[in-house]
């Protein structure tokens, strides 16, 4: 069975930062794209960052302009994790953190899911 556990979100001030990190069980990921989404509240799901990893390429990176420069997605094949690395938040990125993986690319179409993190950013 397939498991992705998030862990690292929190209740931080503005211009703080957060590491999220992401556990995945079950299948390993290294050939495939894994994923950072959020969801705030009453708003739809949207794509935060996106990482894959080949011999050929290395590791390829893809971000929403809104994180772009502020976070950093990695991942660690040995331990199939893959992090978030997220500085200088804001409140509007305060919203559910959710780990993804399984897709064939960086803006793909991911088949596995986390449960989620809270983040939440006071100003």
């Known amino acids: 069975q397939v498991q992705l556990v998030e862990s690292g979100g929190g209740l931080v001030q503005a211009g703080d930062s957060l590491r999220l990190s992401c556990a995945a069980s079950?299948?390993?990921?290294?050939?495939?794209?894994m994923a950072w989404f959020r969801q705030a509240p009453g708003k739809e799901r949207e794509f935060v960052a996106a990482?894959?990893?080949?011999?050929?390429?290395?590791?390829?990176?893809d971000y929403a302009d809104q994180v772009k420069g502020r976070f950093t997605i990695s991942r660690d094949n040995a331990k199939n994790t893959v992090h978030l690395q997220m500085n200088t938040l804001k409140p509007e990125d305060t919203a559910v953190y959710y780990c993804?993986?399984?897709?064939?690319?960086?803006?793909?179409?991911?088949?596995?899911w986390g449960r989620g993190t809270q983040v939440t950013v006071s100003s």
């Open positions: 079950g299948r390993t990921f290294s050939s495939d794209a």
């Open positions: 990482i894959t990893w080949s011999w050929i390429a290395g590791s390829r990176t």
């Open positions: 993804a993986a399984g897709a064939r690319d960086l803006r793909g179409k991911y088949d596995y």
